[in-house]
């Protein structure tokens, strides 16, 4: 059973991650990561216009994801920003490649990335 999971998580980390086009992000003096998600359709647009809720949702990305977010360029999989981001932060990056996995994988759940 732990081979099978070993090639299962192998074939994820080879995945290539792509920012979804047309999101978008910016960095604070801090160099945290916020994404701003347009908040489109009939009953977003409904609930702006009466309940004054906002044309963009912000998403503030910690450390480590403000860290992996501009790294995302739709060439490195995650097996090569695991590298980056190991070297960056050393051991505090670990469990590395679980941390990662669960991170795309959240990424990926929103519609902020999509794999190669």
Request: aromatic share 12%; glycine share 8%; proline share 4%.
């Given at each position: 059973m732990g081979k099978k999971k070993e090639v299962i998580q192998a074939n994820y980390l080879e995945k290539i991650p792509v920012r979804q086009e047309g999101l978008k992000w910016d960095t604070n003096e801090k160099g945290l990561v916020t994404l701003y998600v347009h908040n489109?359709?009939?009953?977003?647009?409904?609930?702006?216009?009466?309940?004054k809720k906002p044309e963009y949702t912000q998403v503030h990305l910690d450390e480590n994801g403000?860290?992996?977010?501009?790294?995302?360029?739709?060439?490195?999989?995650?097996?090569?920003?695991?590298?980056?981001?190991?070297?960056?932060?050393?051991?505090?990056?670990?469990?590395?490649?679980?941390?990662?996995?669960?991170?795309?994988?959240?990424?990926?759940?929103y519609g902020f990335v999509e794999f190669r």
């Open positions: 489109t359709g009939l009953m977003k647009k409904i609930t702006q216009k009466l309940f403000s860290f992996i977010w501009p790294l995302i360029d739709g060439k490195k999989n995650i097996i090569e920003l695991g590298k980056i981001v190991k070297e960056h932060f050393g051991e505090k990056a670990e469990p590395l490649y679980d941390r990662l996995a669960q991170y795309f994988g959240i990424l990926e759940s």
